[in-house]
C-alpha cells in the first residue's frame, strides 16, 4: 500500500500567484480530508469529502480556498490567490466513513508564500 | 474553550521513566479516541486507539473516563526515540476528527 500520496512536497511561491496542491488517498478509502497546520493555530480542517461529496467545508478560511475531487483518486486544494498569512504544512488524509478508524495522512506539503 | 485540550509541555523526562499526558474532551457525544504521534517536520501517525476498557500495547497505556470526559497516554520506559508530540483526538458524528494541540515529550539520556 502506498499510503496517502502528496504533492508537491514543497513549494514556494509569490504573493499573488495560484497554487495547487495534489492528493491521492488509500485506495478504498471513501473519506478524504483536507487540514493545515501551523505553529500558532495546530492542526486545523478545512474540508472532507465522503464519497467524493464535499461534505463540511466551514474551514476553509476564505473564499481563495477552494477544493475538489472529481474522483475517488484524486483531490486538490487550490489557493487563488496566494498570501504569505497561507504559508503552512497543509496535509491531507484519507479513512473509511464507517467504524472506528482513524486517518492516515500524507506526508504533506510544505507551502511558503513570499 | 477548545473541544479537545491538552497540556502543550514540553515534558522533560530521562530514559527509562514513566509519563502520563492527559487530555479532555468537551463533546459528551463523541463516538471514537486516538492518539497520534507527530515528529519534528512529519505527518501525524496513529499511535493507539483508546477503548473505554482501557488497552495496552507494549509500553503504552490508553485509558479513557467518558464521565469525566478524560483521556490519558502512559508511556513506561522511556526511549529517546519516544520523543515526539502526541496528539489527542476525538472522532465525532460523520466520521470527523478532531485533534488537540498537542503535548511535547522530550527524553533525554
Known amino acids: 500500500d502506498a499510503g496517502v500520496i502528496q504533492s508537491p512536497r514543497h513549494e514556494v511561491t509569490e504573493m499573488g500567484q495560484e497554487v495547487t496542491l495534489r492528493c491521492k488517498p488509500i485506495s478504498g478509502h471513501n473519506s478524504l480530508f483536507w487540514y493545515r497546520q501551523t505553529m500558532m493555530r495546530g492542526l486545523e480542517l478545512l474540508i472532507y469529502?465522503?464519497?467524493?461529496?464535499?461534505?463540511?467545508d466551514s474551514g476553509m478560511p476564505e473564499d481563495r480556498f477552494s477544493a475538489k475531487m472529481p474522483n475517488a483518486s484524486f483531490s486538490t486544494l487550490k489557493i487563488q490567490p496566494s498570501e504569505p498569512r497561507d504559508s503552512a504544512v497543509y496535509f491531507c488524509a484519507s479513512s473509511w466513513i464507517a467504524g472506528g478508524y482513524g486517518y492516515t495522512f500524507g506526508s504533506g506539503t510544505r507551502l511558503t508564500v513570499v | 474553550r477548545k473541544e479537545v485540550e491538552q497540556d502543550p509541555g514540553p515534558f522533560n523526562v530521562p530514559e527509562g521513566a514513566t509519563v502520563a499526558f492527559n487530555c479532555t474532551y468537551s463533546n459528551s457525544a463523541s463516538q471514537s479516541f486516538f492518539w497520534y504521534r507527530q515528529d519534528c517536520r512529519k505527518e501525524p501517525k496513529l499511535l493507539m486507539s483508546?477503548?473505554?476498557s482501557g488497552n495496552e500495547d507494549g509500553r503504552f497505556t490508553a485509558q479513557l473516563n467518558r464521565a469525566s470526559q478524560y483521556i490519558s497516554l502512559l508511556i513506561r520506559d522511556s526511549k529517546l526515540s519516544d520523543s515526539a508530540t502526541y496528539l489527542c483526538?476525538?472522532?465525532?458524528?460523520?466520521?470527523?476528527?478532531?485533534f488537540g494541540g498537542g503535548t511535547r515529550l522530550m527524553v533525554k539520556p
Open positions: 469529502f465522503n464519497n467524493n461529496v464535499p461534505i463540511d
Open positions: 483508546v477503548y473505554s
Open positions: 483526538v476525538v472522532k465525532n458524528a460523520g466520521n470527523m476528527l478532531t
